[in-house]
């Protein structure tokens, strides 16, 4: 193994990793190899981005002919047709209206354009005092400085300077009434007037944009209460504020549908992906907006660039490629309706893990599940750290935050596929301390 000295880990204990590292290999279907040779059963889609599993053939063929014809091409003042042709094919499967599309690199990325659309768009309609933006506790939109000033999350916020202007609802976990809850919780919608507190504090006018994710992943899957989005988009509606969703880990049928919006019937103005969008495989994150968002700030503006934002990659032919591949991967085979279908099942066999030694509440929706622990004194987080070594070395990958268990495997694992995590899970906690 070569030295691991020089590579600066995201969001990894370095110098714990570096004693003992676990690298993986190789990766195809629901499977990884490490670099022993063992095969690891992937638990969390990579990081909640390879919705129709790994190293599919049409997508490897897509990047590799896309590199070969076009390998770069800038997209300011120029173009070419595959980033056109992604854009149009997305209007087809995004919620009806949701048809202009701006293009980054990442979850992140596609956050701060988003905000900066919000801000671009009131600009353009003669609301330049609409600046305020409403994030919500444990949200998480990214490590940008928009993207940690609109989310909830203290660690990745702590030590740095945050934008001004940013208010927080609060986060729709309810562990005290809704524990072990399957789907949606029945309580707690009215978190959502928080909303009218923050209008009345500083004025509907001052206020830019409500930005949420539809059901939060990565701070530990929060599932929304019935009826919270829906209050939110009444509210926000009817005070002229954008609600963008946040749907970089709920887009691309994680959900049982296109995306989040489709599956609670709930539309937003604006909704932010990334991961499954390429099916991870070429970096790639999008902005959608609503048609008149983007004709508000292109015709608002005086002949000349519209809108001073934008990547070198910004619409990358083999990102572009990779996700067309991947949208007919996702279409041909069915695999938003099969996530759907499957619900049923990954609900029973993740509930089951309710007994098991340690758990505290089993949360779930569409093809993911949240299962918190009860962490050990004075260790915040030690015992899903234990955890999820145990159960790698025991062949199945599994994701930990803080002392919750994400899982959200591939649309294309089968209920075996779900049996062995929960098994592996269970076996596991009732051998930790
Ligand atoms: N938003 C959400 C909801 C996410 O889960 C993530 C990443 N897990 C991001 C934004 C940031 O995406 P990226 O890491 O691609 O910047």
């Known amino acids: 193994m070569d030295d691991l000295a020089n590579f600066w880990m995201p969001f990894t204990d370095n110098r714990g990793f570096k004693a003992t590292p676990r690298l993986l290999a190789s990766a195809s279907g629901c499977h990884y190899r490490d670099a022993k040779g063992n095969e690891i059963l992937d638990g969390t889609s990579g990081l909640w981005c390879v919705n129709a599993g790994h190293a599919r053939g049409p997508i490897v063929a897509a990047i590799r002919e896309q590199a070969e014809e076009l390998d770069f091409a800038p997209t300011f003042q120029l173009g070419h047709p595959r980033v056109f042709q992604l854009a149009q094919r997305l209007e087809t499967i995004f919620p009806k209206g949701i048809n202009r599309f701006f293009f980054g690199n990442s979850g992140s990325e596609a956050g701060d354009t988003a905000l900066k659309i919000a801000y671009a768009y009131h600009e353009a309609r003669g609301e330049p005092a609409r600046k305020r933006i ?16 609109v989310g909830g999350l203290p660690n990745n916020a702590r030590g740095f300077p945050l934008l001004p202007g940013f208010s927080h609802l609060s986060a729709t976990l309810d562990i005290a009434n809704n524990a072990f809850t399957r789907g949606q919780p029945d309580t707690g919608a009215d978190l959502a007037d928080e909303l009218l507190g923050f209008i009345e504090e500083f004025g509907a006018e001052t206020i830019a944009a409500v930005m949420v994710e539809p059901m939060s992943g990565s701070a530990g899957v929060l599932v929304p209460p019935k009826g919270y989005l829906e209050r939110l988009r009444a509210i926000t509606q009817e005070h002229g504020i954008l609600l963008i969703f946040d749907e970089v880990i709920t887009g691309f049928g994680r959900l049982g549908a296109a995306t989040a919006a489709q599956r609670f019937g709930v539309t937003p103005d604006i909704i932010t992906t990334a991961k499954g969008l390429t099916n991870g495989a070429v970096p790639m994150g999008c902005t959608a907006v609503r048609q008149d968002i983007y004709d508000a700030v292109t015709q608002a ?82 015992r899903a750290m234990e955890l999820f070594h145990a159960c790698f070395d025991a062949g199945v990958l599994i994701r930990v935050t803080g002392d919750i268990v994400a899982l959200s495997p591939p649309l294309i694992a089968t209920p075996d596929h779900f049996e062995r995590i929960a098994v592996t899970i269970a076996d596991t906690l009732a051998k930790i301390h």
């Open 301 to 382: 503006a005086a002949p000349g660039i519209e809108f001073f934002h934008g990547y070198t990659y910004s619409g990358h032919p083999l990102a572009a490629a990779a996700a067309l591949a991947s949208l007919d991967v996702y279409e041909g085979e069915g695999l938003f309706e099969r996530a759907a279908s499957l619900e049923e099942i990954f609900e029973d066999i993740f509930h089951a893990l309710s007994d098991a030694r340690h758990v505290i509440d089993v949360r779930n929706l569409g093809l993911v599940a949240g299962i918190e622990l009860a962490p050990r004194e004075g260790a915040p987080g030690a």
């Open 134 to 149: 409403i994030g919500r506790q444990r949200g998480y939109h990214g490590v940008g400085f928009g993207g940690i000033s």
